[in-house]
């Protein structure tokens, strides 16, 4: 009986040891996989402030004037209570 006892013991150490092997390997790649997800929001965050100074850039209202005056479009009145169409199309 005490044989049976201490080989039950040896199993179970055998298979906890077999568990808790399986869970470190999963730790570690959990890990891993948790760093090159951090690293992708790295680069995300610098393109997104890239792109916002890109915009900011192309959208500024000095350059975006210089632009349509070189380009002889007209300027738009958006207060105006009555709603006009014009023609962006370049004149000669």
């Known amino acids: 009986m005490n044989i049976l006892k201490n ?3 040896v199993g179970l150490t055998c298979g906890l040891l077999v568990f808790v092997t399986f869970i470190k390997s999963e730790v570690r790649a959990l890990t891993k996989e948790t760093q090159h997800v951090i690293k992708q929001q ?12 890109e915009f900011a850039y192309l959208t500024n209202p000095a350059r975006l004037a210089k632009i349509s005056n070189k380009l002889n479009f007209k300027n738009i009145d958006f207060n105006s209570t009555k709603p006009q169409l014009v023609s962006l199309r370049y004149q000669n």
């Not at 790295?42 to 100074?53: C, D, F, G, T, Y």
């Open 7 to 9: 080989l039950f013991l």
């Open 42 to 53: 790295e680069k995300l965050e610098e393109n997104i402030k890239v792109l916002e100074a």
